[in-house]
């Protein structure tokens, strides 16, 4: 995505009032946005120093942060230089969804049948109300949000896999600074009410028990987020 496309703006500092891991994560996620948002360009030095003050936070989260972009192939640590942000590219956006889908349709296979129904009826509710809007009220982005990573979440911790569900959360980071750029930047509501459906599908198989329908629905939501994220990344 273009600098252009999307404005500069000061990056949001990562909050201090957090542990350890949680503020390496703000950190990740603080970067995916300002690099997948432009306010950090292609070839851009990332200096340590400057990224600890900009985000109020000590210098180790930054490294650690770092090194967890490089291992997702959104930065290079290159010798005597540094970090350096990577051109993202549609290519690169599909290739990451690939892997997710791989990753989640399998977590999924296993997660049937283990998840409380009362959960899954929840947000079966939720995600209707948000196919249901005709428009955007207050609320409703970050409503939709939070549900998206509260089903993601549960399938993940329900698959009986602790491997599975590392991998998924070391990526879902990655994910989630796609879905949110680009759910920010299009402003696009009738994408995010498909997406409601896309994920009412996903539970109905769950309550039904089907592992094999819930696989589909899993892989047909991917799909279609892939195709939607990408297109942001076309032009870049």
């Given at each position: 995505?273009?600098?252009?496309?999307?404005?500069?703006?000061?990056?949001?500092p990562a909050s201090p009032r957090c542990d350890h891991g949680q503020r390496r994560n703000l950190v990740i996620a603080s970067l995916l946005g300002d690099i997948f948002q432009g306010r950090l360009g292609a070839g851009e030095h990332l200096v340590i120093r400057d990224l600890a003050k900009c985000y109020k936070v000590s210098p180790t989260p930054i490294r650690e942060?770092?090194?967890?972009?490089?291992?997702?192939?959104?930065?290079?640590?290159?010798?005597?230089?540094?970090?350096?942000?990577?051109?993202?590219?549609?290519?690169?956006?599909?290739?990451?969804?690939?892997?997710?889908?791989?990753?989640e349709c399998e977590a999924i296979r296993e997660a049937c049948g283990r998840i409380e129904l009362a959960r899954l009826r929840e947000?079966?509710?939720?995600?209707?109300?948000?196919?249901?809007?005709?428009?955007?009220?207050?609320?409703?982005?970050?409503?939709?949000?939070?549900a998206d990573s509260q089903l993601h979440d549960l399938v993940a911790e329900a698959s009986g896999n602790r491997?599975?569900?590392?991998?998924?959360?070391?990526?879902?980071?990655?994910?989630?600074?796609?879905?949110?750029?680009?759910?920010?930047?299009?402003?696009?509501?009738?994408?995010?009410?498909?997406?409601?459906?896309?994920?009412?599908?996903?539970?109905?198989?769950l309550l039904a028990g089907d592992a094999k329908a819930a696989s589909r629905a899993m892989a047909q939501h991917v799909r279609s987020g892939s195709k939607y994220w990408s297109r942001l990344f076309s032009a870049s």
């Open positions: 995505m273009s600098s252009t496309a999307v404005g500069k703006k000061r990056p949001s942060a770092l090194v967890a972009l490089e291992a997702n192939g959104i930065i290079d640590l290159v010798p005597n230089c540094g970090a350096v942000v990577r051109k993202v590219t549609a290519v690169d956006v599909r290739e990451i969804c690939q892997v997710r889908r791989a990753l947000l079966a509710e939720t995600f209707r109300e948000l196919q249901a809007a005709k428009r955007p009220t207050r609320g409703f982005l970050a409503r939709a949000r939070q491997f599975l569900a590392k991998q998924i959360g070391r990526l879902k980071l990655l994910f989630r600074a796609f879905r949110d750029v680009a759910w920010e930047y299009e402003q696009d509501h009738l994408r995010i009410v498909s997406e409601a459906g896309e994920h009412l599908a996903i539970i109905e198989a």
